[in-house]
């Protein structure tokens, strides 16, 4: 999810989501959290607000967003490559048209068609991708799954916005990001909430329809292609998964190009200022399984982090890694 992501990411993305034949199969229950409205930029405390970007504009992971550039598809929708929502009902739905820009993490305004500013912008409390575990394959993937335990919310509960998340995107040609995400305060509610996401065609970014989850709760990310072994595919889905409720969020999609740049975890925050803001860590993703475009099973992924000694506030950060598992310290 993201044009410019702290020290640890400075490309440009998009999100989305994969996996393969092999794909187990999850029930596609989705049941709308409570007030699914994405934070706004108004929401936030002053001095976490990036210089430029508009009060309406929403929090998503993949940076701030105009309102009308953020399109929900719903269960039994399928997002299509040139971004057009094929409803469950069979008919096709293109969104409103977005022409608005987008911003990045820290402040970077992007056009519509990708362009970035490069006038300077005043860099908001930390904000972006802190830590993650990650790893550039060979070969295309076909499928990532992982899971992980909802943390305890922050000791300070204030306005900031944390995500965690496995994925996947392009390299070296970035373009979209696949991804099961599990927020904290990502819909202004204070509480925690899954949904799948992919971004941006033609500026505009998708979510699924957010569930709810609470501290505690068992959480699988499947990200896998629909297609069978061998074959460069357009379809994808993305399937998060609150194994404690049993309820699924979903978003079928479209990657737009082979995946190959593979992500165990991520922590990616908005305005966070102290130590006390972050969600109780840390957190492992765990039971992780990548498979390459022959639903072949990657023994040993490389995992590698990332060099967080840049980052304030300082709050004890490391990345552990085994060939199953991801843990980010915070």
Not at 104 to 120: D, I
Not at 277 to 299: C, S
Request: include cysteine; hydrophobic fraction near 35%; charged fraction near 15%.
């Amino acid at each position: 999810m993201v044009k410019s992501r702290s020290k640890l990411h400075t490309v440009a993305c998009a999100l989305v989501a994969l996996c393969l034949g092999l794909a187990i199969t999850l029930p596609a229950v989705a049941a709308p959290a409570v007030g699914s409205q994405l934070t706004r930029v108004g929401q936030l405390d002053a001095a976490a607000r990036p210089q430029g970007v508009p009060d309406d504009y929403v929090i998503t992971p993949n940076g701030y967003f105009s309102p009308s550039c953020v399109a929900t598809v719903h269960k039994g929708d399928q997002l299509q490559a040139n971004g057009m929502i094929r409803r469950a009902s069979g008919a096709m739905e293109k969104p409103a048209l977005c022409t608005s820009d987008n911003f990045t993490l820290q402040g970077v305004r992007v056009s519509p068609n990708g362009k970035r500013s490069t006038a300077p912008v005043r860099k908001p409390e930390q904000t972006g991708w802190v830590e993650t575990g990650n790893y550039s394959s060979s070969t295309p993937i076909n499928r990532i799954v992982a899971s992980w335990t909802v943390p305890a919310q922050p000791a300070k509960r204030g306005n900031q916005t944390i995500y965690f998340f496995p994925g996947l995107e392009q390299l070296p040609d970035v373009q979209s990001i696949l991804q099961p995400v599990l927020g904290w305060n990502g819909y202004g509610d204070k509480a925690w909430t899954l949904a799948s996401w992919n971004c941006c065609v033609d500026g505009t970014t998708f979510h699924s329809d957010p569930i709810t989850a609470s501290a505690g709760d068992e959480v699988v990310g499947d990200t896998y292609s629909t297609c069978g072994a061998g074959v460069s595919c357009g379809t994808w889905n993305i399937d998060s998964k609150n194994v404690t409720t049993g309820q699924t969020s979903s978003l079928s999609t479209s990657p737009y190009a082979d995946l190959n740049w593979v992500f165990g975890g991520v922590l990616e925050v908005y305005s966070v200022a102290t130590c006390n803001q972050y969600a109780g860590g840390p957190i492992t993703f765990h039971n992780i399984r990548v498979y390459d475009r022959n639903n072949n099973l990657v023994a040993n992924p490389p995992w590698s982090g990332n060099d967080t000694s840049g980052i304030t506030p300082q709050c004890n950060y490391a990345q552990n890694f085994t060939s199953t598992s991801v843990t980010l310290s915070y």
